[in-house]
T-cell receptor, first 113, second 115 residues
């Protein structure tokens, strides 16, 4: 099974930087995703990490440490529209070689003026 | 990017009736489609995974006789909620992926309310 932990809520100021952490435990790790989900909408893909290190994509960056079971999503130059839930999701392979993606409970980020 | 649609976007039905939700990949062939359920203020819970032309694989605790999944073609999967109960009221989201890719593309979701 999997255990994915991320903070429930965070608040940050417009223009600032915020880091959302995610820790996980899994036996057959095969990649970690970050998704953004606005209330009442489906998730949208932000990033994917399978190797250790930092992946940068515009204002968003994602970091992975497989040995520590740890990832973070970094949002720079925060904008009001960044207020949303951010979901950490881990893909693993079960004993039957079947890939499965499991989502964390999400971090609700509120950006304030 | 790849587009996934769902129909209907919302539906209200009475207890005991059945509801069918369609998930379509519009510009790619989806070898695998996933069905998720999300209750208010909770994360997405995977219900089942379906590969085109084969039976769906259901997650533990999901009743396969209640949630019928059909993935008859590379662009269409359907979820039928049979004998709907108010407890089935939820946000149902599908996602699709084609082989050799890691990314799942999500549909806009279907909000089901059972009265």
């Amino acid at each position: 099974g999997q255990n994915i932990d991320q903070p429930t809520e965070m608040t940050a100021t417009e223009g600032a930087i915020v880091q959302i952490n995610c820790t996980y435990q899994t036996s057959g790790f095969n990649g970690l995703f970050w998704y953004q989900q606005h209330a009442g909408e489906a998730p949208t893909f932000l990033s994917y990490n399978v190797l250790d290190g930092l992946e940068e994509k515009g204002r968003f960056s994602s970091f992975l440490s497989r040995s520590k079971g740890y990832s973070y999503l970094l949002l720079k130059e925060l904008q009001m529209k960044d207020s949303a839930s951010y979901l950490c999701a881990v893909r693993d392979l079960n004993s039957g070689g079947y890939q499965k993606v499991t989502f964390g409970t999400g971090t609700k980020l509120q950006v304030i003026p | 990017g790849a587009v996934v649609s769902q129909h209907p976007s919302w539906v209200i039905c009475k207890s005991g009736t059945s509801v069918k939700i369609e998930c379509r990949s519009l510009d790619f062939q989806a070898t695998t489609m996933f069905w998720y359920r999300q209750f208010p203020k909770q994360s997405l819970m995977l219900m089942a995974t379906s590969n085109e032309g084969s039976k769906a694989t259901y997650e533990q605790g999901v009743e396969k006789d209640k949630f019928l999944i059909n993935h008859a073609s590379l662009t269409l999967s359907t979820l039928t909620v049979t004998s709907a109960h108010p407890e089935d009221s939820s946000f149902y989201i599908c996602s699709a992926r084609w082989s050799r890719t890691y990314e799942q593309y999500f549909g806009p979701g279907t909000r089901l309310t059972v009265t």
